[in-house]
């Protein structure tokens, strides 16, 4: 099979080769060229060292970008091309980066310090396919595989368990035997990776198309990385309206909210709160009454943890404590849900119904379902009409109604109480009409 190679990729391959030294294209663009996808990061690996690129390249921008590494960018026709020197690693006492690194020229001692089989292939289009450790044949078979031994990839790298837990979720791969056992027991490695890192794994992780597969066979892995979880695995949830533990029912509701990252995470933390809120009744019934407002709490703490940006860890901790209001598919209630949470919010949430919705027992998920898309019309239509739904779209505002007469924390109240009266259609949005009902109807000191 040939590759087919971007231009200025092949410039640089030519240039290293036309000076006498190996180049070859390796790891994920291979990869995805035998997955039949299109690469977007385009590695180049050579046997020429650092100085001796900066001579080949010497009419090219060149930026020492890792020169530590023996990594260069080079930039042709305006794209920024990172070229590495071949080399071997040495020890990794931090389980994150090689304390030293020595160059080499055999393409295979590069080959074997990475990960996994299935980014440990080379390809020039001259020389063909360098794949020592049958990566391609790993790829056929559908399966992550760690090159040489595990427990060392994962001792070197201990990102390379989050990373190997993303290919197989987002590719669709099983892991090896050999490879998954030793994921479980370096998951405490995982302590010594950055947060960053492991919140931008953990949520490609979340997006990819076997997340419940991972969710649930790795679970130990995801209660290292956020410990607030490990109270919901096997927690029994005694009610009709569940037929799994509270971390299966997590999972379950993970894939089944849309493969977008603050959805996923939401649903990954929405009943965080159940186990801590658990009581039993006469019956022996189970209620986890005000659990999404724990819920949200323990998010908030969670989020900040892993780094998340201010406004996610708004927009999830919102999300989670408003994941329980059980729309009714009614008017009067949804357009009471519009102007407490805004139309745009609800609609939001409605994915994150849905997908509760599907984690729970069948026999209740027609009824259920039918409220939500019931509702979630309402509110098209409602925005689709301009219906008068926000303070902002009122036609008065505290001024008028301070030149009433009205003070202080009446202007508020009245103001809201106009708005329910607005979008309940009992009042025009007219600010004459308005203000004579607030005369008529309302006490002016």
């Not at 004459?432 to 002016?444: A, F, G, M, Q, S």
Request: proline residues 4%; aromatic residues 6%; negative net charge.
């Amino acid at each position: 099979m040939k590759i087919k190679i971007p231009k200025n990729i092949m410039i640089a391959l030519d240039m290293l080769s036309t000076h006498g030294f190996e180049a070859y294209v390796v790891g994920g663009c291979v990869r995805d060229a035998f997955l039949g996808k299109v690469a977007n990061d385009w590695d180049i690996t050579t046997s020429a060292t650092p100085d001796e690129m900066k001579k080949v390249f010497a009419h090219y921008r060149v930026i020492e970008t890792g020169i530590k590494h023996g990594t260069l960018s080079v930039i042709i026709d305006g794209e920024v091309l990172e070229i590495t020197t071949m080399r071997v690693d040495g020890d990794y006492t931090d389980n994150r980066h090689p304390d030293s690194v020595e160059f080499t020229e055999d393409i295979h001692k590069d080959l074997s310090r990475r990960d996994f089989t299935v980014n440990a292939m080379a390809y020039n289009p001259v020389s063909g396919l360098v794949d020592p450790f049958d990566g391609r044949g790993d790829i056929e078979r559908r399966v992550i595989r760690c090159v040489g031994d595990p427990d060392c990839r994962f001792n070197e790298d201990a990102l390379r368990i989050m990373r190997a837990l993303r290919f197989a979720c987002t590719l669709d791969f099983d892991i090896s035997p050999e490879t998954a056992e030793s994921i479980i027991k370096n998951k405490h490695l995982l302590g010594n990776v950055a947060k960053e890192r492991i919140r931008v794994e953990l949520l490609k992780l979340l997006c990819g198309v076997r997340v419940r597969e991972i969710l649930l066979n790795f679970a130990p892995v995801f209660f290292e990385i956020i410990p607030e979880l490990e109270a919901m695995y096997k927690f029994p949830q005694n009610t009709p309206f569940h037929i799994y533990d509270v971390w299966e029912h997590t999972v379950v509701s993970v894939a089944n909210v849309p493969a977008d990252p603050i959805l996923r995470m939401t649903m990954l933390l929405h009943d965080s709160g159940k186990p801590k809120m658990h009581t039993v009744d006469e019956n022996g019934q189970s209620h986890f009454k005000m659990h999404q407002s724990v819920s949200a709490e323990i998010s908030r703490d969670i989020l900040k943890n892993l780094r998340f940006s201010k406004l996610e860890q708004e927009e999830i901790y919102n999300l989670v404590l408003c994941h329980d209001l059980r729309p009714l598919g009614d008017l009067k209630q949804t357009v009471d849900l519009c102007v407490e949470y805004s139309p745009e919010f609800l609609l939001r949430l409605m994915p994150v119904f849905r997908a509760d919705a599907l984690a729970q027992s069948p026999e209740y998920q027609p009824e259920t379902l039918a409220q939500i898309e019931s509702t979630e019309k309402i509110i098209n239509k409602l925005l689709a009409d301009n219906v008068c739904l926000s303070l902002a779209d009122l036609k008065v505002n505290g001024n008028d109604l301070n030149a009433l007469g009205i003070k202080g924390k009446s202007i508020g109240d009245t103001l809201a109480f106009i708005l329910k009266k607005v979008a309940h259609s009992e009042i025009n949005n007219d600010r004459d009409e308005i203000l004579t009902y607030i005369k008529e109807n309302i006490h002016l000191d």
